[in-house]
């Protein structure tokens, strides 16, 4: 028999010929196999080895097409004016970085964003513009430059700009992981917006950041409760202990926001963070298995990553993927400067994989 299925095979069949060359390989990948030989050094790294590359946006250069879109495509036509930041090496997901995607949104005065909910977490860190609030499971939380607010998966969100000007946002999410686990779910809310079910604001001012909570509220949420994290409590704590603090020899004085309930991130994918450089910080280097989108909230520096210099401004983007070594750099010699980031660590943690390395 000169021709059969491979399944018709007996053990005696595999030392014809056509099993020598590359037929054998066919015939398998047909039968959906492949042989671990071939693929063991690609699967099994010595050290990760990330598609995402590092990447710098730059907000100057961004800016102009956040006007032109704001005024050439309607808040219903796009359901959320965004622009995307992709990072090269991640195009097919639309991610920022592994497992997580970073956008700028701008929505002008009198535009209302449609209200939906989906598994995805998410959150905005403001950058400019005042008067909009998002609605979140019927809440009003208003947002001002610095202010960082939460919209945890699966919550109804909308937002509404009853000011003056263009409001512009960061918008984070860990849909790139959501959408790699197959757990994505996507729902429109039936009207444009939501109704305000609750007083405006009261989840920041119900949780004072975790040293006095709501006794009363029974749900201890994976998610932070806390709708609003303000940027003038965040400067606040940095004006109290900035001078004072040893912070860290990479990172400077950094503070992580936290979930009141456990003291944990305010996500369960994505840890929100920010730092300030003291004038001439000139950080050490290091490397870890958590990829982190970095915001700058003010100031201008340069971030080494890999050896390759990235130089940054207010309002800049930056990613820095997992095991590649970065290094800050605040080159001016009276500013400070302050970075807001995020990062996949409690996901890389909780798995077990977390590691760091000081270079
Ligand atoms: C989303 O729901 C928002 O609610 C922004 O403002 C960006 C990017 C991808 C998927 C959902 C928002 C988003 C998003």
Redesign the pocket.
Known sequence: MTSTVPSDRTGDDLTGDDMTGDGAYREMAELGVGALWRHLGNLFTTEPISRAVPFHWSYRALRPYMLHFAGALSIEEAQ?R?L?LVNPGLREQSATATGL?A?I?VILPGEQ?QA?R?T?N?F?FIIEGSGAYTTVAGERVHMHPGDLLL?PGWRW?D?YHEGDGPMMWL?G?D?PLVNALDTGFFELYPETAQPASVPDGLSSRQFIHGRLNPAWVSERTVSSPIGNYPWVETQRAFESIADSAAGSAVDGVLLEYTNPWNGGPVLPTMSCRIQRLAPGFRGAARRHTAATILHVVRGEGTTVVDGEEFHWAEHDVLTVPSWASYQHVNSSRSAAAMLFSYTNEPVVRALGLYREQLL
């Open positions: 959320r965004v995307m995607y956008g949104q964003a939906h989906h995805s998410a905005r919209t969100h937002h918008d999410l849909f």
